[in-house]
Nanobody
Framework: VQLVESGGGLVQPGGSLRLSCAAS????????MSWYRQAPGKERELVAT????????NYADSVKGRFTISRDNAKNTGYLQMNSLKPEDTAVYYC???????????WGKGTLVTVSA
């Protein structure tokens, strides 16, 4: 079982990045997917969640209107489009796949996003 994030990097304030999360070793389409982030010295926080079919999404107030979560079950991949990035968005971003019915929960190792001039 693997979740592998990619797409992080250094971007200027106001810029955009798209993170990807490639899943393997399990039936991705049966899992809700979320993105979390952890800034230096802070606790990990939930950024966005999408249900298994992609028809329902939720966002943290701090990213509403700027970030968009999506998924392509045919490609076993999830995405986080991040626009209008701010320095306070700097963090390691983690992908999570969760199926509460069977009690399974998987994490990726994270990708670093740095927003700085």
């Amino acid at each position: 079982v693997q979740l592998v994030e990619s797409g992080g990097g250094l971007v200027q304030p106001g810029g955009s990045l798209r993170l990807s999360c490639a899943a393997s070793g399990f039936t991705f389409s049966r899992y809700a997917m979320s993105w979390y982030r952890q800034a230096p010295g802070k606790e990990r926080e939930l950024v966005a969640t999408i249900n298994w079919a992609g028809g329902s999404t939720n966002y943290a107030d701090s990213v509403k209107g700027r970030f968009t979560i999506s998924r392509d079950n045919a490609k076993n991949t999830g995405y986080l489009q991040m626009n209008s990035l701010k320095p306070e968005d700097t963090a390691v971003y983690y992908c999570n796949a969760n199926n509460t019915y069977i009690g399974m929960n998987y994490w990726g190792k994270g990708t670093l996003v740095t927003v700085s001039a």
